[in-house]
Each structure stands twice: as C-alpha cells, then as structure tokens.
C-alpha cells in the first residue's frame, strides 16, 4: 500500500500563488508517473499537470504558463507551483502517483484532496 499526504492548499486572492505538495510513503518499489487533478464543484475532475519519472510534464491548456509541476524523486514527492492564481482555479486538487510493484504491476494511488480557493 502507498499513502499519500498533500498539502499546502488555502484560501489566496487572485492574482496570488501558492505551493501544492504530495508526499507519498508506504511499501514504495517504483513510481512512474506522477499528477495534480482538480474537480470545481458540479465539474468532472480534470487532468491539471503530470510528470514523468523521466522529468516530462504536460500541462493543461488552461494553466500553462502559470502552473509548474515538479517532483522530487529521493523524497517521494511532487508539487505544484500555482502562479497568477484565477477564480477558475477554485478546486479541490488531489495528487496521483502510478506505482508499479512486481507481481501486481501499476496502479494508481490518490491523495485525500486539498481545497483551493481563490478569491475575485
């Protein structure tokens, strides 16, 4: 089993940042790719930005250029880096590490969820 703590969500107004983080800890053998989803209220949750265990990122179009995904590999963890913070970022953002274990092969692990909230 993999556990995940994310933190660093709040309340900013617009126009402000702040800094996810996702720590993952348990029986870790390999994490591949790592991710940060939001789901706004009566929305369906949405990819916001991945990284691969090779450094890739991808991004959605709606916070490129002001989002930045990085991860730490020695610690677990990834972030997220929110910049020039939007009323449309208002969310909860959840973590999500694909871990891949032998015998039982890759599987996909969230965080609790942690409440953004940016004020107009």
């Known amino acids: 089993q993999v556990q995940l703590v994310e933190s660093g969500g709040g309340l900013v107004q617009a126009g402000g940042s702040l800094r996810l983080s996702c720590a993952a800890s348990?029986?870790?053998?390999?994490?591949?790719?790592m991710g940060w989803y939001r789901q706004a209220p009566g929305k369906q949750r949405e990819l916001v930005a991945a990284i691969t265990s090779g450094g890739s990122t991808n991004y959605a179009d709606s916070v490129k250029g002001r989002f930045t995904i990085s991860r730490d590999n020695a610690k677990n963890t990834v972030y997220l880096q929110m910049n020039s913070l939007k009323p449309e970022d208002t969310a909860v953002y959840y973590c999500n590490v694909d871990h891949f274990a032998p015998l039982v092969g890759s599987y996909g692990y969230w965080g609790q969820g942690t409440q953004v909230t940016v004020s107009s």
């Open positions: 348990g029986s870790i053998f390999s994490i591949n790719a």
